[in-house]
């Protein structure tokens, strides 16, 4: 009971609710990512390491999750201080939309981190070249309260397919569709994450098969006029993947880290200093953390407002905030 109490009193401290003495306790942070084979755990993990090594009050831990809905409903339920999530799904929840109809969760924004790239993957011999070709075939689709599903549904959707009549949704994690797909047991896989993706790598250097990214950024029109400006069309260079040999069309959401509304201001702007500040110890754990830059926070990659700790931060390195 001491324990808990002691645990409680260091998170109550760092979101702004303790008392004078609860400072001094060594405060514990989660930050909710994703599954194991993308790259919110990595780089949650790396952002882990950085935060407790360079705040001594800090003690940060990287948790497994289902990805952005999850992550904001852990924010919501107060079970998380930290999460990654895409621009879309911050959107929903900020405003009581889809998954979040009636159950608005108080976020704001800490970083625009990355752009998080969809990716809509096969393999040859599936006789699958486009997007419309899922008609009628398993595609693992996301798992339950992850960005990549509410993502994927979105992009059939503007193809004109109907995601829950048109094609068989496997509701799979990276890692299990990726597996499914090895197995033959799905046709497709769809991901928003990182470029490369450590699990779409190891698909595409397995053996007897020969990876497909299937072009679908005329997605991108249809998305926005649906669900907002939060979708811009782009693409996946040649060679990102083992035998990936060609350019793909593909659709682009950011990414961002959120935290709770009422978190501390100081404590928010310790970390988006420190954040900024060893910026080349996340590059060092993947490459898209080199898109975190001061260029990208106020020109429309969040689409909710920041946490006023970030705002402290950005005012102090010459950005213009309102």
Known sequence: MKKIIAVAAALVAAFGLGTAGAQDKKVRIS?????????????????AAVLSKHLPSVEA??????GSVANLQLIGGGKSELGFTMADIAWDAYNGLSKFKDNKVGVRALVVFYPNRMQVVTVEGKGIEKVTDLKGKRVASGSPGSGTEVMTMRMLEAFGLDPDKDV???????????NALKDGKVDAVTWVGGVP?????DLAATPGKTIRLLDHGDAADGMRKKYGPLYVKNKILANAYPGQTKDSSNVDVWNLIVVPEAADENLVYQITKTMFEKKDELVRVHKDAAFLSLDNQLTGGSPIPFHPGALKYFKERGLKVN
Do not use: D, F, K, N
């Open 31 to 47: 930050i909710g990512t994703g599954g194991t084979a993308g790259v919110y755990y990595p780089l949650g993990g790396g952002l």
């Open 197 to 201: 993706t450590p699990g779409l790598t």
């Open 61 to 66: 831990t990287a948790e497994v999750t289902g």
């Open 168 to 178: 068989i949704r496997e509701r799979l994690s990276l890692s299990e569709g990726v």
